[in-house]
């Protein structure tokens, strides 16, 4: 089946530093990706909706400056979470599409902690 | 505004019992339905769903959609321990491929 990496799959940091999280889709393009946060015992919540070649789309209370998406080729997208403050520290999943019928694969996130 | 919201939260049951976790949505425009497991990662494809009444099984899986009634059900049965996780259950509104998550059920298999 398809495959989705992302990378790093957990990360410690200070508060106030920039963590970059990538994600790549291994074995087909993907023109869309979408980051997702999940907090514990928590669903899944969209932040943004990653765009080939353009800037992101945010959901609605999700700060643009303060999560920075790149998506600089077909194949990987960057969440940059910019001066890291503990209120941060979550589960952060991406995912791709593949197909006409949108069938989505995740990629096995990235769990940050902010000291 | 587009919503899906699953029960039960949580369920803790016995190796061998059959189990039913429930979805129900509302969303302006519906293209799918999506099952997904959690174990301590990211989320595990189970089921795609799209058309009513018709069953999609896997192993000891299943899943069915009612777009009347506009709910899901994913069953499993004869469980087993490795079947503890957090299901999700997710519909797909035809907006570019994003996804609308419901609060997931947690299930626990006792042995």
């Known amino acids: 089946g398809a495959v989705v990496s992302q990378h790093p799959s957990r990360v410690i940091c200070k508060s106030g530093t920039s963590v970059k999280i990538e994600c790549r889709s291994l074995?087909?393009?993907?023109?869309?990706m979408f980051w997702y946060r999940q907090f514990p015992k928590k669903s899944l919540m969209l932040m943004a909706t990653?765009?080939?070649?353009?800037?992101?789309?945010?959901e609605q209370g999700v700060e643009k400056d303060k999560f920075l998406i790149n998506h600089a080729s077909l194949t990987l997208s960057t969440l940059t979470v910019t001066s890291a403050h503990p209120e941060d520290s979550s589960f952060y999943i991406c995912?791709?599409?593949?197909?006409?019928?949108?069938?989505?694969?995740f990629g096995e996130g990235s769990r940050l902690t902010v000291l | 505004e587009d919503k899906v919201v699953q029960s039960p939260l949580s369920l803790v049951v016995h190796e061998g019992d059959t189990v039913t976790l429930n979805c129900s949505y509302e969303?302006?425009?519906?293209?799918?339905l999506l099952w997904y497991k959690q174990e301590k990662k990211a989320p595990t494809f189970l089921f795609m769903l799209?058309?009513?009444?018709i069953e999609k099984k896997s192993g000891r899986l299943s899943s069915i959609l009612d777009k009347k009634e506009l709910f899901s059900i994913l069953n499993i049965t004869a469980t087993q321990t490795g079947d503890s996780a957090i299901y999700l259950c997710?519909?797909?509104?035809?907006?570019?491929?994003?996804?609308?998550f419901g609060q997931g059920t947690e299930l626990s298999v006792k042995p």
């Open positions: 995912s791709a599409s593949r197909g006409s019928l949108g069938e989505l694969f």
């Open positions: 074995d087909f393009q993907a023109t869309t």
């Open positions: 990653s765009n080939e070649g353009s800037k992101a789309t945010y």
């Open positions: 969303v302006t425009n519906f293209r799918s």
């Open positions: 799209t058309s009513s009444g």
């Open positions: 997710a519909v797909d509104p035809n907006q570019g491929g994003k996804l609308i």
